[in-house]
């Protein structure tokens, strides 16, 4: 069974909205505050979370940016704020989807469905006896468990979905450690190395592209 956080300050629109999911056959957790909805994120294991931008305590926007350095649940913005820049902002913190109010709640649920689905076809990469789980965070090498820091996850992570693709070091960076680390590619250098020797026998699929970065090739 599905697990939705609905984080919203509202108490109607809460309700409103996990009706539509209790309907669905979801089982919801409630949080009327930023602050609520990250101690509720890091003790339970959701499949997706609605969340408000403006509350009181934390404000949605910080809300997804710290949810997103953790995890790759899908989240689904709702606002009553139109303007372009905010859509915009929503999405470059790593927001899946932006739902405007007043919400209709069957849009809202066509929206839910599609992205659970699309998040649970893609929820685990598998090549011969080597697996990612992007859900758990487990990397799996012939059977045994690998441990993975969190930035090499997230390095991993990022490659594998963009595999096949060149990229360049800089936007790795960016990615994975934020402007904050601008021109510091030596670390992702290092990453690389780490991550190389963790895979043993599958090193060669990330594969050095000359003068540009990385590539993880299939």
């Keep these: 069974m599905n697990q939705i956080l609905i984080v919203e300050d509202e108490s ?12 669905e056959g979801y089982q919801i957790t409630e949080a009327e ?22 509350m009181p305590k934390l ?10 350095s953790q995890s790759d649940v899908p989240i689904i913005i709702l606002t009553a704020i139109t303007t372009e820049e905010s859509e915009l902002k929503c999405y470059e913190l790593g927001a899946d989807d932006y739902v405007t109010k ?18 649970k076809a893609s929820d685990i990469f ?6 990612l789980d992007f859900k758990s965070r487990l990397l799996k ?13 997230e390095l991993l992570h990022h490659l594998i979905e963009n595999k096949n ?16 680390f601008y021109g510091q590619t030596r670390v992702v250098d290092n ?24 590539r993880f090739q299939l």
């Design 141 to 153: 090498l012939d059977g045994n468990n690998i441990d993975l820091t969190p930035k090499e996850y």
């Design 102 to 119: 007043p919400l209709k709640g069957k849009t809202l649920i066509a929206k839910s469905k599609r992205m659970l689905d699309r998040y």
């Design 59 to 68: 404000d949605g926007y910080a809300v997804c940016k710290e949810i997103r």
């Design 33 to 54: 505050d930023g602050e609520e909805a990250l101690d509720l994120f890091k003790k339970g294991n959701f499949d997706l979370i609605v969340l408000d931008i403006m």
């Design 191 to 214: 990453h690389v190395k780490k991550l190389r020797k963790k895979l043993g026998d599958y090193a060669h699929l990330i594969q050095t592209v000359s003068k540009v970065g990385y």
């Design 12 to 23: 109607h629109i809460r309700e409103f909205i996990g009706l539509y999911y209790k309907a």
């Design 165 to 180: 693709i060149a990229l360049s070091r800089e936007s790795l960076l960016d990615a994975v450690w934020g402007y904050s």
């Design 126 to 131: 598998t090549y011969e006896s080597l697996s």
